[in-house]
Protein backbone atom coordinates (compact mmCIF):
# COMPACT_ATOMS: atom_id res chain seq x y z
CA UNK A 1 0.00 0.00 0.00
CA UNK A 2 1.35 3.71 -0.94
CA UNK A 3 2.16 6.18 1.78
CA UNK A 4 -1.10 7.92 0.03
CA UNK A 5 -3.73 4.71 0.59
CA UNK A 6 -2.21 4.10 3.98
CA UNK A 7 -2.91 8.03 5.04
CA UNK A 8 -6.07 8.09 3.74
CA UNK A 9 -7.55 4.61 5.65
CA UNK A 10 -5.80 6.08 8.67
CA UNK A 11 -8.54 9.04 8.78
CA UNK A 12 -12.14 8.71 8.88
CA UNK A 13 -13.04 9.87 5.50
CA UNK A 14 -16.59 7.44 4.96
CA UNK A 15 -19.24 10.17 7.24
CA UNK A 16 -17.89 13.11 5.49
CA UNK A 17 -17.99 11.34 2.01
CA UNK A 18 -21.70 10.06 3.54
CA UNK A 19 -22.69 13.42 4.46
CA UNK A 20 -21.41 15.31 1.49
CA UNK A 21 -22.95 12.34 -0.85
CA UNK A 22 -26.65 12.86 1.02
CA UNK A 23 -26.61 16.88 1.83
CA UNK A 24 -24.25 18.19 -0.61
CA UNK A 25 -22.32 19.91 2.12
CA UNK A 26 -19.93 18.13 5.50
CA UNK A 27 -18.55 20.00 8.13
CA UNK A 28 -15.55 18.70 9.69
CA UNK A 29 -12.19 19.99 11.67
CA UNK A 30 -8.06 19.01 10.39
CA UNK A 31 -7.74 16.47 13.27
CA UNK A 32 -10.89 14.25 11.29
CA UNK A 33 -8.81 14.38 7.98
CA UNK A 34 -5.47 13.63 9.74
CA UNK A 35 -3.68 17.12 9.74
CA UNK A 36 -1.04 16.89 12.78
CA UNK A 37 -1.11 18.62 15.85
CA UNK A 38 -0.45 22.25 16.41
CA UNK A 39 -0.38 22.00 11.92
CA UNK A 40 -2.31 25.31 11.98
CA UNK A 41 -0.20 27.18 14.89
CA UNK A 42 2.71 26.43 11.95
CA UNK A 43 0.93 27.13 8.88
CA UNK A 44 -1.11 30.16 9.58
CA UNK A 45 1.88 32.49 10.29
CA UNK A 46 4.08 31.27 7.25
CA UNK A 47 1.26 32.13 4.45
CA UNK A 48 -0.77 35.20 6.58
CA UNK A 49 1.56 37.88 6.93
CA UNK A 50 2.04 40.90 4.45
CA UNK A 51 4.92 39.41 2.58
CA UNK A 52 2.29 36.73 1.31
CA UNK A 53 -0.93 38.61 1.69
CA UNK A 54 -1.70 42.12 -0.65
CA UNK A 55 -4.15 43.70 -1.27
CA UNK A 56 -5.21 44.17 -4.98
CA UNK A 57 -7.25 47.11 -6.59
CA UNK A 58 -10.43 46.72 -7.29
CA UNK A 59 -10.57 43.25 -5.45
CA UNK A 60 -13.84 42.97 -3.16
CA UNK A 61 -14.23 43.53 -0.20
CA UNK A 62 -12.02 46.45 -0.51
CA UNK A 63 -10.14 45.83 2.37
CA UNK A 64 -9.51 42.15 1.95
CA UNK A 65 -6.19 40.64 1.34
CA UNK A 66 -5.19 37.45 -0.33
CA UNK A 67 -2.44 35.16 -2.45
CA UNK A 68 -3.23 31.81 -4.77
CA UNK A 69 -2.13 29.12 -5.99
CA UNK A 70 -3.15 26.90 -8.53
CA UNK A 71 -2.10 22.33 -8.52
CA UNK A 72 -2.61 20.21 -10.87
CA UNK A 73 -3.66 16.85 -9.55
CA UNK A 74 -3.88 13.43 -10.92
CA UNK A 75 -5.83 10.30 -9.00
CA UNK A 76 -4.02 7.18 -10.00
CA UNK A 77 -5.56 4.45 -8.14
CA UNK A 78 -5.96 5.83 -4.85
CA UNK A 79 -2.38 7.89 -4.94
CA UNK A 80 -2.31 11.31 -5.74
CA UNK A 81 -0.04 12.92 -7.35
CA UNK A 82 0.48 16.80 -7.66
CA UNK A 83 2.37 19.57 -9.93
CA UNK A 84 2.18 23.69 -9.77
CA UNK A 85 -0.16 25.01 -12.81
CA UNK A 86 1.36 27.32 -14.96
CA UNK A 87 -1.44 29.82 -14.13
CA UNK A 88 -3.24 31.30 -11.58
CA UNK A 89 -6.14 33.92 -13.51
CA UNK A 90 -9.20 33.77 -12.52
CA UNK A 91 -12.21 35.20 -14.80
CA UNK A 92 -15.66 36.17 -13.75
CA UNK A 93 -15.59 35.07 -10.30
CA UNK A 94 -17.58 36.35 -7.20
CA UNK A 95 -19.39 39.16 -8.96
CA UNK A 96 -15.83 41.10 -10.39
CA UNK A 97 -16.02 40.46 -14.03
CA UNK A 98 -13.13 39.33 -16.35
CA UNK A 99 -9.58 37.87 -16.21
CA UNK A 100 -7.90 38.83 -12.74
CA UNK A 101 -3.82 38.30 -11.71
CA UNK A 102 -3.21 37.81 -7.57
CA UNK A 103 -0.62 37.42 -5.39
CA UNK A 104 0.94 33.88 -6.52
CA UNK A 105 2.02 31.50 -3.63
CA UNK A 106 4.07 28.29 -4.47
CA UNK A 107 2.38 25.38 -2.20
CA UNK A 108 4.07 22.53 -3.44
CA UNK A 109 7.73 23.63 -2.66
CA UNK A 110 6.33 23.33 1.25
CA UNK A 111 5.63 19.94 2.54
CA UNK A 112 3.12 21.28 5.32
CA UNK A 113 1.03 23.23 2.16
CA UNK A 114 1.54 19.80 0.22
CA UNK A 115 0.17 17.82 2.91
CA UNK A 116 -3.02 20.26 3.38
CA UNK A 117 -3.66 19.93 -0.51
CA UNK A 118 -3.51 16.17 -0.35
CA UNK A 119 -6.11 15.75 3.00
CA UNK A 120 -8.42 18.51 1.13
CA UNK A 121 -8.83 16.47 -2.04
CA UNK A 122 -9.20 13.44 -0.04
CA UNK A 123 -12.83 14.85 1.23
CA UNK A 124 -13.96 14.03 -2.66
CA UNK A 125 -15.88 10.54 -2.35
CA UNK A 126 -13.70 8.79 -4.68
CA UNK A 127 -16.78 8.28 -7.01
CA UNK A 128 -16.79 12.02 -7.69
CA UNK A 129 -13.32 12.19 -8.08
CA UNK A 130 -12.04 13.25 -11.83
CA UNK A 131 -8.95 11.34 -12.85
CA UNK A 132 -7.07 14.95 -13.34
CA UNK A 133 -7.91 18.21 -12.56
CA UNK A 134 -6.79 21.56 -10.96
CA UNK A 135 -7.46 22.72 -7.35
CA UNK A 136 -7.50 26.32 -6.12
CA UNK A 137 -6.12 27.21 -2.82
CA UNK A 138 -6.92 30.60 -2.05
CA UNK A 139 -5.67 32.84 0.80
CA UNK A 140 -7.79 35.20 2.51
CA UNK A 141 -7.38 37.57 5.09
CA UNK A 142 -10.67 39.22 5.98
CA UNK A 143 -11.42 42.34 8.49
CA UNK A 144 -15.14 43.02 7.98
CA UNK A 145 -17.38 41.84 5.11
CA UNK A 146 -16.41 38.44 4.89
CA UNK A 147 -17.94 37.91 1.40
CA UNK A 148 -20.68 40.34 -0.67
CA UNK A 149 -23.74 38.47 -1.77
CA UNK A 150 -24.27 34.56 -1.48
CA UNK A 151 -23.09 33.38 -4.81
CA UNK A 152 -21.47 30.34 -6.44
CA UNK A 153 -18.05 29.92 -7.39
CA UNK A 154 -19.04 27.76 -10.37
CA UNK A 155 -16.89 25.04 -9.89
CA UNK A 156 -17.41 21.64 -8.95
CA UNK A 157 -16.87 21.96 -4.63
CA UNK A 158 -15.55 24.29 -2.56
CA UNK A 159 -13.95 23.59 0.82
CA UNK A 160 -13.53 26.25 3.42
CA UNK A 161 -10.46 25.89 6.64
CA UNK A 162 -10.59 28.67 8.92
CA UNK A 163 -6.73 29.73 10.04
CA UNK A 164 -7.85 32.18 12.72
CA UNK A 165 -10.56 34.63 13.89
CA UNK A 166 -10.58 37.36 16.16
CA UNK A 167 -13.94 38.25 17.10
CA UNK A 168 -18.15 37.08 16.51
CA UNK A 169 -19.82 36.71 13.37
CA UNK A 170 -18.40 35.17 9.83
CA UNK A 171 -21.07 32.93 9.96
CA UNK A 172 -20.72 30.65 7.36
CA UNK A 173 -24.02 30.04 5.45
CA UNK A 174 -25.77 27.94 2.88
CA UNK A 175 -28.87 28.66 0.68
CA UNK A 176 -30.93 26.60 -1.88
CA UNK A 177 -30.06 28.60 -5.12
CA UNK A 178 -34.26 29.22 -5.24
CA UNK A 179 -33.81 30.88 -2.54
CA UNK A 180 -31.49 33.53 -3.39
CA UNK A 181 -32.94 35.51 -6.44
CA UNK A 182 -30.61 37.53 -8.41
CA UNK A 183 -29.73 40.89 -7.46
CA UNK A 184 -32.15 40.06 -4.44
CA UNK A 185 -32.40 39.26 -0.48
CA UNK A 186 -32.69 35.72 0.44
CA UNK A 187 -36.30 34.53 0.47
CA UNK A 188 -35.94 31.83 2.80
CA UNK A 189 -34.15 30.64 5.42
CA UNK A 190 -30.56 29.19 5.07
CA UNK A 191 -30.41 25.27 4.62
CA UNK A 192 -27.09 25.89 6.95
CA UNK A 193 -25.80 28.54 9.02
CA UNK A 194 -22.99 27.99 10.94
CA UNK A 195 -19.93 29.62 12.10
CA UNK A 196 -16.72 28.00 12.08
CA UNK A 197 -14.09 27.87 14.79
CA UNK A 198 -10.57 27.88 13.61
CA UNK A 199 -9.73 24.05 12.85
CA UNK A 200 -12.97 23.62 11.30
CA UNK A 201 -13.57 22.66 7.81
CA UNK A 202 -16.78 22.71 5.08
CA UNK A 203 -16.94 21.28 1.77
CA UNK A 204 -20.16 21.40 -0.80
CA UNK A 205 -20.98 20.78 -3.63
CA UNK A 206 -21.43 24.46 -5.46
CA UNK A 207 -24.31 23.89 -7.88
CA UNK A 208 -26.39 22.98 -5.10
CA UNK A 209 -26.00 26.24 -3.59
CA UNK A 210 -25.32 30.11 -3.30
CA UNK A 211 -23.10 30.20 -0.16
CA UNK A 212 -21.28 32.95 1.67
CA UNK A 213 -20.45 34.37 5.20
CA UNK A 214 -21.80 37.22 7.56
CA UNK A 215 -19.90 39.86 8.25
CA UNK A 216 -16.84 39.97 11.16
CA UNK A 217 -17.78 41.14 14.24
CA UNK A 218 -15.23 43.28 16.53
CA UNK A 219 -14.76 42.15 19.98
CA UNK A 220 -14.66 45.38 22.12
CA UNK A 221 -11.54 47.28 21.72
CA UNK A 222 -10.22 45.29 18.91
CA UNK A 223 -10.22 44.99 15.32
CA UNK A 224 -11.47 41.55 14.10
CA UNK A 225 -9.88 39.19 11.46
CA UNK A 226 -10.39 35.81 9.63
CA UNK A 227 -7.75 34.02 8.12
CA UNK A 228 -9.25 30.63 5.87
CA UNK A 229 -7.89 28.79 3.21
CA UNK A 230 -10.95 28.72 0.42
CA UNK A 231 -10.09 25.95 -1.94
CA UNK A 232 -11.77 25.11 -5.47
CA UNK A 233 -12.10 21.47 -7.10
CA UNK A 234 -12.13 23.10 -10.65
CA UNK A 235 -14.33 21.91 -13.51
CA UNK A 236 -12.64 20.89 -16.36
CA UNK A 237 -13.19 23.95 -18.64
CA UNK A 238 -11.75 26.40 -16.17
CA UNK A 239 -8.62 25.79 -16.90
CA UNK A 240 -7.63 22.53 -18.88
CA UNK A 241 -9.69 22.44 -21.75
CA UNK A 242 -10.05 26.09 -22.26
Not at 11 to 20: A, H, M, R, T
Request: charged letters at 25%; a negative charge.
Amino acid sequence: MSDDSAWSAAVKLDGIWDSLSSWGYAVTDEEAIGLPPKFRQNFGPTYFNDLVLRRDEGDWPVDRKRARDVIRYRWHDGDLELDEFETITITDRGGIAGPREHARVRLLSDPQSAELVRALLSLVPPERRQAEGTFGVNFFRTYTNVVTTPHHDREEFILLYVVSRIGGGAQTYLYDPAAVPDGGDPIAEPILQQQLNPGQIIIFEDKLFKHGATPLDPPPGQAACRDAVVCTVDYPGTYLTR
